[in-house]
Nanobody
Framework: DVQLQASGGGLVQAGGSLRLSCAASRFTFDDIAVGWFRQAPGKGREGVSCIKRNDGNTYYADSVKGRFTISSDNANNTVYLQMNSLKPEDTAVYYC?????????????????WGKGTQVTVSS
């Protein structure tokens, strides 16, 4: 079974940066997408960003375009999310996940694997 380990959350002031990491134990197929969802208190789950392992295609939610950058180190089965120009509305628990790219449009429906969440808090 695939296990995802997320790290890198924390507390940062508005305008600051954080980098999240998602390390996978292994992947059974290369056309899987890996990325991040987030859920803020009282809100639904949002697909933030993902990257396809085999071709590097990426997806970003409109709310993070131009501020967040996702990258993949396939040799080490690790995906990174560089988050710049953070805003208080980015505050949420961020979950690493792996599955079909369409899952990011569908609020997580169809995700094959979930990691434990990591808290990101952006103060104003």
């Amino acid at each position: 079974d695939v296990q995802l380990q997320a790290s890198g959350g924390g507390l940062v002031q508005a305008g600051g940066s954080l980098r999240l990491s998602c390390a996978a134990s292994r992947f059974t197929f290369d056309d899987i997408a890996v990325g991040w969802f987030r859920q803020a208190p009282g809100k639904g789950r949002e697909g933030v960003s993902c990257i396809k392992r085999n071709d590097g295609n990426t997806y970003y939610a409109d709310s993070v375009k131009g501020r967040f950058t996702i990258s993949s180190d396939n040799a080490n089965n690790t995906v990174y999310l560089q988050m710049n120009s953070l805003k208080p509305e980015d505050t949420a628990v961020y979950y690493c996940a792996a599955g079909l790219t369409s899952s990011w449009y569908l609020g997580g429906y169809g995700i094959d694997y979930w990691g434990k969440g990591t808290q990101v808090t952006v103060s104003s």
